[in-house]
């Protein structure tokens, strides 16, 4: 059976930490392929403000070209309302059939507000999590995690934890460098930032 990790965000530039991150999930937790699904509306920040979709997704195509086992997914773009992803994992096992295992790939500081997602028992009982560790986030009080899922679940959560590096790049700070013309060279792949520079995102951010 295929396993399949779903790498969900924003993607608002995807950037190097992004593939670098993904590029490891993929090794640690012996992944056939990861798919980036970036979201339309992110039901807990629906005031952000992203760049288009379509400047999303192509972004996403030029970073991820070359490697098989990462993919961009549209399933959450091409659905209106909010990203949630009990739905996407819903279409997902229906695109992909039953011979594929789809695992969440979700960051610790993630993790522990996983409880309040929409549906978040549901959403247990449909899919695996391979946590991604973040810094300063440890899954260290597991209270509440185990009064929503219980304990053999959030056992099987810690067991799957994928260290890893250490990379202070961050969407906003690029969004602000390409605003106050700074550069991004290394910071996003070198076809994003000519796409990025051609057709004018963030600059007015």
């Not at 400047?55 to 549209?74: I, K, V």
């Amino acid at each position: 059976m295929a396993r399949i990790g779903l790498f969900g965000g924003s993607f608002n530039p995807v950037h190097c930490a992004h593939l670098i991150l993904a590029e490891r999930v993929r090794e640690e937790a012996a992944l056939d392929k990861v798919l980036f699904v970036p979201v339309r509306v992110p039901p807990h920040k629906p005031d952000l403000t992203l760049a288009p979709a379509r400047d999303r997704l192509r972004m996403l195509q030029l970073a991820l070209a070359g490697n098989p086992h990462l993919e961009p997914s549209t399933v959450e773009l091409e659905r209106d309302g909010p990203s949630y992803t009990l739905i996407t994992v819903r279409q997902l096992k229906q695109q992909l059939g039953s011979g594929c295992q789809l695992l969440l790939v979700v960051g610790t500081d993630s993790i522990r507000d996983m409880p309040h997602w929409w549906h978040a028992q549901e959403l247990a009982r449909e899919v695996g999590v391979i946590g991604l560790e973040r810094p300063g986030f440890p899954l260290d009080d597991v209270s509440e995690l185990q009064a929503c899922f219980g304990a053999e679940l959030v056992r099987k959560i810690k067991d799957s934890i994928v260290s890893a590096p250490l990379l202070d790049i961050s969407a906003t700070d690029i969004r602000e460098r390409v605003r106050t013309r700074r550069s991004i060279r290394y910071l996003v792949p070198e076809a994003v930032r000519h796409y990025i520079l051609s057709r004018g995102l963030y600059a007015g951010a």
